[in-house]
């Protein structure tokens, strides 16, 4: 019944591939399709968000007296681009469970094009927050991205291609403070005024945003076997109900706990950004991916979540002292310290999330990459608006939050691999192919849809660790077993 | 008094050249009188600004013998400064910036003075409220004096000035153009994807 694995696999794809197809291995420098030239397309295109989402704080000083800003209006502005993105990314979420990551991304890059292009007519403080607001939906392509990455790479290098798409889509935000101002001063030379000037270089972003959708839909594919829409009428895949789908995610509160912690790396980051306007590149350390997947080979999952909880709570430790330091030179060392760590929390933090659920898995990367945004706005709202606390005590403050809040990392349990205290659970229903099948109910797997999820639950026992050699290991893709 | 005065204005110029002198240490010596009428608003771009400056009488003479060159600046009031940090008033000349935006610059200053400027209101000068001040350097291009169109409180004789917004209608046609053109690509995917997934049904 079932086609022999191996060496089928290798005339059709160019990267070594498991048994759901998905790449076990990470080339950065080939572009072959499916994998890898799918993780160019998502990372481009989330880089292009970024350039977008970020490109009116390099022209502000130009912008705020042609639209006669205030230092307020400035603010809202800011904290409206990132908070679009908090309900967009569980949106996107549920779009990539339900249309796949290629048609939802495209779609959303292709949807927020306009804000970008209107930005350049925005007249007054509101119609700039408001191109702001709508331009920084684009963010949710970031879920894409790690829902996409999810589906074609294997957990073995998923960690790192989540953590080197999400960091290099990230740089975006840093280009963007060169590129702008060189477009600008590019067209103020040719003769544009200054108030024309700025306006016209919002094209450039746009334009870019629009070409890489374009990009996404032509060249990409959702799944290693094909499209979403292409499975869903041959039968090979079964096109999910949405009810089922929310209802999953929402009712595993792993995907609430991630969702919580990212705020306090992600949203730290964002907060940092718009509050000390320095940007750091590589701020998405790919760094975090790559050592989720190191961890994960010897410890398991139970080492994903050691080393996401040491390495955010030193995030922490380290915003704490940088809210404490005098001298300039010592904090923008001690600011450098925290960045890594936070970045890297970032990158430790989605190589986690592909396993809390395979079938809800667009909704749980959503509500994880909203939650990032949630932080950015409460940690702005709460700390650094107005003039309740200084920029230092803010920063303490902050710090002390991202402590707090990295404790519930503790909370996680998976009872085939474990927590970070207690082992895998001795009892009962212990096993990948039980945790993953516990998402379909009888009738769904009579009929069949939960195939994808048992290929998923084989996969995933190298999240057992290196230690673990010879758990029950289930007979292959029985249904009867679970009837 | 005219050794005071030449004391004053040396202690200005040894303050100049170690740190940038202070505002407060200047002394009000010019009389300043522009063209716009108190809650006039101008149009950056078209309208004219005549600013005419002389030296105060009642001030001993002499007083000006450090003077060379004269400086004219916009200067935004307090109301166009209000929740706008990058606009404060700050007492170091260097650091401050209540005046960005020149009206002109390093004009020889003539002995006795009762000079005129008129100039267009250049078209990078945003939407405020303003008032003009004008000052007057030594020969190295330190302020030493000043006098401007309103009083100490900047209360007074201010005028608005009124943007180009920066907008044109090609700029505007080519935004909706391409926003449209967008949203119309997008359904053309659709179209397409619907195509191609009925075409694998069919094979």
Known sequence: ?483 | MAIRAFLFVLSCLAAATCRGATFSSLQQTLIVTASPQPAQVLKAGEDEITVTWSLNSTFPAGVDSSYKTVTIKLCYAPISQKDRGWRKTVDNLVKDKTCQHKIVANKPYIFPSNNTFTSTVLRDVPTATYFIRAYAQNSEGDEVAYGQTTDSHKAVNLFEIQAITGRHVSLDIASICFSAFSIVSLFGFFFLEKRKSKASESK
Not at chain 1, 216 to 231: A, C, H, M
Not at chain 1, 240 to 267: K, S
């Open chain 1, 1 to 483: 019944m079932e086609i022999s694995h191996g060496s089928y696999n290798q005339k059709k794809f160019a990267l070594p591939v498991d048994s759901e197809h998905k790449a076990t291995e990470f080339r950065l420098f080939s572009a072959a399709a499916p994998h890898m030239r799918a993780f160019h397309l998502s990372w481009i295109s989330f880089f292009a968000c970024f350039v977008s989402t970020f490109a009116a704080p390099p022209l502000l000083p130009i912008i705020r007296d042609n639209l006669d800003l205030t230092a307020t209006d400035i603010g809202n502005a800011g904290i409206a681009a990132v908070s679009g993105a908090v309900f967009a990314r569980i949106a996107m979420g549920t779009a990539c469970d339900l249309f796949g990551p290629r048609l939802a991304s495209a779609t959303l890059t292709l949807l927020t094009a306009p804000a970008v292009y209107c930005t350049s007519i925005a007249d007054s403080p509101i119609s700039f927050l408001l191109v702001r607001f709508f331009t920084g939906f684009s963010l949710a392509t970031f879920v894409s991205t790690q829902f996409w990455m999810s589906s074609l790479f294997s957990g073995r290098v998923v960690g790192t291609a989540n953590g080197v798409a999400g960091g290099w889509g990230n740089l975006g935000g840093g280009a963007t403070q060169l590129i702008m101002p060189l477009v600008f001063d590019l067209i103020q030379n040719i003769g544009a005024t200054k108030f024309t000037a700025w306006r016209i270089a919002f094209f450039i972003p746009a334009l870019f945003q629009t070409l890489s959708a374009y990009g996404i839909f032509f060249l990409g594919q959702d799944l290693p076997d094909g499209n979403y829409s292409e499975l869903h009428k041959s039968g090979e895949k079964h096109k999910d109900n949405f009810a089922q789908v929310f209802h999953h995610a929402v009712t595993n509160y792993r995907g609430w706990i991630l969702a919580l912690t990212y705020g306090y790396c992600f949203g730290v980051e964002l907060t940092i950004d718009n509050i000390i306007a320095q940007y750091f590149y590589d701020r998405f350390n790919p760094g975090g991916g790559m050592l989720s997947d190191f961890m994960a080979k010897r410890f398991g999952m139970r080492g994903r979540l050691w080393t996401l909880w040491v390495v955010q709570t030193l995030g922490g430790v380290f915003c704490i002292i940088l809210g404490q330091v005098g001298s300039l030179g010592v904090s923008v060392a001690v600011m450098l310290v925290f960045s890594v760590f936070v970045q890297a929390a970032c990158g430790l933090t989605f190589g986690v999330v592909p396993f809390v659920s395979r079938r809800s898995l667009g909704i749980i990367s959503g509500m994880t990459g909203g939650g990032g945004n949630v932080g950015a706005v409460l940690t702005q709202v709460i700390f650094f608006r107005g003039s309740r606390y200084s920029t230092e005590t803010g920063l303490t403050l902050m710090g002390v939050m991202m402590i707090c809040c990295t404790l519930l990392i503790t909370l996680i349990y998976f009872p085939q691999w474990g927590g970070m205290f207690c082992g895998p659970s001795s009892k009962g229903k212990t096993t990948e192919e039980d945790y993953y099948m516990s998402e379909w109910s009888s009738s769904e797997r009579e009929k069949g849809f939960h195939r994808a999820s048992l290929k998923f639950s084989e996969n995933s026992r190298s999240e057992r660790g290196r230690k673990i050699g010879s758990a029950a290991t289930p007979i292959d893709g029985t249904p009867n077993t679970y009837v």
